[in-house]
């Protein structure tokens, strides 16, 4: 069983960054974000390989957001710039146990962490 918890989520400005965190507590092949906001089905955001040198983004956010990653730490980072009040959602980090594999499936993904906020004021 491996547990995700992630953090760094806040109120921002539009066109403000913020940077969230996902660590692990054990070791987890692909990771990846996604976000739900109210009403709407979870959506995918990006993802990164074990490696990290494999990433995929969703459409909405290409351009704007990086994923990484830092293995030493079992923690997967989210950079996120230029945000717009349509980001504004709950972000889950998700872990998928299935070697190399880099899935923008919800079901893909076997662990999750608890979410954190992120609101964009316009």
């Known amino acids: 069983q491996v547990q995700l918890v992630e953090s760094g989520g806040g109120l921002v400005q539009a066109g403000d960054s913020l940077t969230l965190s996902c660590v692990a507590s054990?070791?987890?092949?692909?990771v990846g974000w996604f976000r739900q906001a109210p009403g709407k089905d979870r959506e995918f955001v990006a993802a990164?390989?074990?490696?990290?040198?494999?990433?995929y983004y969703g459409d909405s956010v290409k351009g704007r957001f990086t994923i990484s990653r830092d293995n030493g730490k079992n923690t997967v980072y989210l950079q996120m710039t230029r945000l717009k009040p349509e980001d504004t959602a709950v972000y889950f980090c998700?872990?998928?146990?299935?070697?190399?594999?880099?899935?923008?499936?919800?079901?893909?993904?076997?662990?999750w962490g608890q979410g954190t906020q992120v609101t964009v004021s316009s």
């Open positions: 998700a872990a998928d146990m299935i070697y190399q594999r880099l899935s923008r499936g919800v079901d893909d993904y076997m662990y």
């Open positions: 054990g070791i987890v092949y692909s």
């Open positions: 990164i390989n074990w490696s990290g040198v494999d990433t």
